[in-house]
């Protein structure tokens, strides 16, 4: 299968910068999208920003302009850079990737995996 670690989190004051990142593993062949979702205590998951493997963006409306999402294809590696944090930004982040992967030698099925979350705390 595929796994998704992530790391980054803190704690940090608003108005501060933090980098998240989301490194995947496993037997993979490709992976289509990469993205983050964060939930908040009470309230869904929702999504935070997703990337295609060709580049292609979107933002919550709530993060545009403030953070930058991008991916290293060669590393399976997807970043969050988060800048002018608020305290409404506080929330476990979750990355999520889907593609295909090698179940065997010449056998290939789809993934859509979940890391284990991270949290990000921003003080007012």
């Known amino acids: 299968q595929v796994q998704l670690v992530e790391s980054g989190g803190g704690l940090v004051q608003a108005g501060g910068s933090l980098r998240l990142s989301c490194a995947a593993s496993?037997?993979?062949?490709?992976?289509?999208?990469m993205g983050w979702y964060r939930q908040a205590p009470g309230k869904q998951r929702d999504l935070v920003a997703v990337i295609t493997d060709s580049g292609t963006t979107t933002y919550a409306e709530s993060v545009k302009g403030r953070f930058t999402l991008s991916r290293d294809n060669a590393k399976n590696t997807l970043y969050l850079q988060m800048n002018n944090l608020e305290p409404e930004d506080t929330a476990v982040y979750y990355c999520?990737?889907?593609?295909?992967?090698?179940?065997?030698?010449?056998?290939?099925?789809?993934?859509?995996?979940w890391g284990q979350g991270t949290l990000v705390t921003v003080s007012s």
């Open positions: 496993g037997r993979i062949f490709i992976i289509d999208r």
């Open positions: 999520n990737a889907d593609g295909e992967y090698y179940k065997a030698i010449s056998w290939r099925e789809t993934f859509d995996a």
